[in-house]
Each structure stands twice: as C-alpha cells, then as structure tokens.
C-alpha cells in the first residue's frame, strides 16, 4: 500500500514538473516571436533614418561645394518622404511596444517618451531647413543651414540611440531565459545623450 502511494505521489511531481517544463518552453517560444516583431520593426526605423543621414550629407557636401556647383541640393521631396517614413516607421514600432506592453513592462513608456522627443526635433529641424532650402544656384544663409541639419542629423542619431537601446534590452528582458549572456547598456561618452531602459536596475 505504501508503495501504491509512493508511485501516486511519483507521477504527480513528474506532471507537475512537465506541466512546468511545457509552461516554460511556450512562454520562451512566445518571447522569442516577441523579440523578433521588436527587432523587425528597429529595423525598418534604422533604414529609415541611414536614408535621411544620407540626403543631409549629401546637403553637406552641396554647401561645402556651392561655389563650384559641382554638388547637388536633395530635393524638397525627397527630405520630406524620408521623414515621413521616419515617423511612419517609429510610430509603427510604438504600436508594437503597446501591443506587447504586457511583456516588455511599464518602462516601455520611457521609449515612447524618448523617440517622441526625438522625432518632434527632426520634424522642426526639418520645417526650418526646407524654408532654408537655396535655389540650386543660391547658398543661403550657409551657417544657419548647416546649424540646422547638424541639429537634424543629431536628432536621427538620437533615435537611433534609443533603438539600439531597445534592441538590446528587449534581448535580456525576453531572451534571458535562453541565452545567460547579457548585453551592457549603452555608455556615451557625453553625459547629455539619453539612454533609455526597460530595467529599473540598468
């Protein structure tokens, strides 16, 4: 009779331990479908934003050969589209984070925070460098313009900073059970730069 008991209680901490095992694993696999929706959309933001680095050093290079006219000006349209893919794709990451705000915490809201700030900079920036914009023939005002996309390029940069953030944290919170390496935050070596965090401890 002891025995029968001792099988009884075998198999009930054998379904338990497979109940959790089998909890476990989902949970992982579900982490893992979270990560990559995540990182396919900080993806598609970085492209986004190497396009607008690429139309204001080609701006940079414009002015710094004006008088020679050997450098093209990007067109009004084409900053206009890069900027709209910009906020288009940001806007679709923020909607991700909210989808799984479950997952990924409260904290989330700091991005949301962050990449708002950032991306209302490169709108304005942008607003004051199309009504600088010259003529193809024209420099005007040559100093307020490169001012201005110095101020563009650090405003993208700063996105992409959060994105980098973000991919790396959205590693640790829900990949941590798979993998025992974890990735540092981001250190800049200038104070002011903003990193942003899902972990209150980083």
Do not use: C
Not at 64 to 73: C, E, L, R, V
Not at 88 to 100: G, H, N, P, Q, Y
Not at 101 to 111: C, H, R, Y
Not at 121 to 146: C, F, H, I, R, Y
């Amino acid at each position: 009779m002891t025995g029968f008991f001792v099988l009884g209680w075998q198999l009930s901490v054998q379904n338990a331990n497979t109940l959790a095992a089998n909890a476990t694993k989902d949970r992982n696999a579900l982490h893992l479908d979270i990560y990559r929706e995540i990182a396919t959309s900080t993806q598609e933001s970085s492209r986004s934003l190497s396009r607008l680095v690429e139309l204001l050093t080609q701006a940079d290079t414009a002015i710094a050969f004006a008088d020679y006219g050997i450098a093209k000006w990007p067109t009004r349209e084409q900053l206009q589209e890069a900027s709209a893919k910009i906020t288009e794709s940001v806007i679709a990451l923020m909607t991700t984070m909210d989808k799984w705000a479950i997952a990924v915490g409260p904290k989330s809201a700091d991005f949301h925070d962050a990449l708002s700030d950032d991306l209302g900079s490169v709108g304005s920036n942008l607003s004051t460098l199309l009504s600088l914009m010259p003529p193809p023939t024209v420099q005007a005002e040559p100093d307020k313009l490169t001012t201005t996309i110095g101020a563009l390029r650090w405003a993208a940069f700063g996105i992409e900073g959060h994105l980098r953030d973000l991919r790396g944290q959205a590693q640790n919170l829900l990949l941590g059970g798979l993998f025992t390496h974890r990735i540092p935050p981001r250190r800049p070596t200038d104070p002011s730069v903003r990193v942003v965090s899902l972990d209150d401890l980083a």
